[in-house]
């Protein structure tokens, strides 16, 4: 079946490293995001690409950068991560929709980041 | 600016009563809405989507434009409905992504 993955899974880091996390995806997309979840603030939106060459920053883009290697594949890198990048990371991906407006976003399945 | 707002961050019910899960935007003109569900250890996924009208696991939302809500009801809960719900606008210019709300925790006790 076609997916959309993650990795790492699960990452401890410390304070000031570098960190990328990685988005796959199969669907044959155009479109890919990522999201960060946060007890009580929801999922809010990072960055996100409608194409290779389209990248754009969403609500919570400062302290994050991404690089959208193929249609496929999607990394958001943490510079030089601090303690409230903690949180819960989701990559999502979406076709361009024709006729209709509707375009469903899927989900990766998440990565848990912690930065002590 | 486009906002969205789900009022209650728990909403705690018992199994077999009723559910109303809240949602506010503040889009002009008809924005496109939807409904996302995230279960225990499972990915966010799609619940409804305004357009098509459908009740999926018994759920159902309607769009109300005078107040400008899309609540999402249930008339029995049932324990497998316990997940986090985020109500979800589409932007009506621009990208027309998604804007996701804060989300709401259902808990169905028994």
């Known amino acids: 079946d076609a997916d959309v993955t993650q990795t790492p899974r699960n990452r401890i880091t410390k304070t000031g490293k570098r960190i990328m996390l990685e988005c796959s995806q199969t669907?044959?997309?155009?479109?890919m995001y990522w999201y960060r979840q946060d007890p009580g603030l929801g999922l809010r939106l990072i960055y996100y690409?409608?194409?290779?060459?389209?990248?754009n920053k969403g609500e919570i883009s400062d302290g994050y950068s991404v690089s959208r290697q193929a249609q496929a594949k999607f990394s958001l890198s943490l510079e030089s991560a601090i303690p409230n990048q903690t949180a819960l990371y989701f990559c999502?991906?979406?076709?361009?929709?024709?006729?209709?407006?509707?375009?469903?976003?899927?989900f990766g399945p998440g990565t848990r980041l912690t930065v002590l | 600016a486009q906002r969205v707002t789900q009022p209650e961050k728990l909403l705690s019910v018992f199994k077999g009563a009723p559910v109303e899960l809240k949602c506010n935007y503040s889009?002009?003109?008809?924005?496109?809405l939807f409904w996302y569900v995230q279960y225990s250890r499972q990915r966010l996924q799609l619940l409804l989507r305004?357009?098509s009208r459908e009740s999926i696991k018994g759920f159902t939302a309607d769009l109300n434009k005078g107040e400008t809500s899309f609540h999402l009801k249930k008339p029995f809960a049932q324990e497998e409905d316990s997940a986090m719900y985020y109500c979800?606008?589409?932007?009506?210019?621009?990208?027309?992504?998604?804007?996701f709300g804060t989300g709401t925790r259902l808990l169905v006790s028994p």
């Open positions: 999502a991906t979406s076709a361009v929709s024709s006729g209709s407006s509707y375009n469903e976003q899927f």
């Open positions: 669907k044959g997309h155009d479109r």
């Open positions: 690409s409608f194409d290779v060459k389209d990248i």
């Open positions: 889009y002009s003109g008809s924005p496109e």
């Open positions: 305004h357009i």
């Open positions: 979800a606008p589409k932007e009506v210019a621009g990208f027309q992504k998604l804007v």
